[in-house]
């Protein structure tokens, strides 16, 4: 039973270690990583033919612009959007200015939702075409954004260890507060 308990605490000091560097790092590896990804993607759009969403960003596009952009100068308008929000987030500068594109940009991309439903949840059964649950995944991509947007007055987020051990059998305040999230919005 020693040896049990041993091995769970050089575990626990593990765990601890792991989030003590989670802490430190999380973030910035969040704001890079989603820099690539926006930087990657919006290069695709910059030659025809290769991103899968390039029809429906291009007419979603059209619409949204009132027709300003439309053919390929939209899915260049798109390209280079995401483009700039990568460079913003990789860089670290001008983060402020790459969140608040990032969220113009994302209300562009989940509005084929509300223009296109039925091509989007067709069928009986209303399941999402491969197009659809790639803007659906987009949600992940708000929430990202919005963590990354709370360090723009110097949020950070503090290490304050506790054992493995006695967080097992408890929720931890303020993670697991949906009900208190969901009073603090119907207040706003």
Known sequence: MKTLTNLFDRFDRLDTSINRWLVAYSILLLRIGMGIIFL???ILKFFPGISPI???ATRTTTVLTLGVFSGHSAMDFVAALEC????CFVSGRFLRVGVWL????MIGAMSPLLIYPGELFPGPLHAPTLAAQYIIKDIILVAAGMVIASTWTGARIVAEPQSLRSTLQTRIPGVYGV???AR???AV
């Not at 700039?84 to 460079?87: E, K």
């Not at 990032?102 to 940009?105: C, D, E, L, R, V």
């Open 40 to 42: 990657g993607f919006g």
């Open 54 to 56: 390039e029809s429906l």
């Open 184 to 186: 603090k919005v119907a």
């Open 84 to 87: 700039v929000i990568g460079i």
């Open 179 to 181: 009900k208190r999230l």
């Open 102 to 105: 990032m969220a113009a940009q």
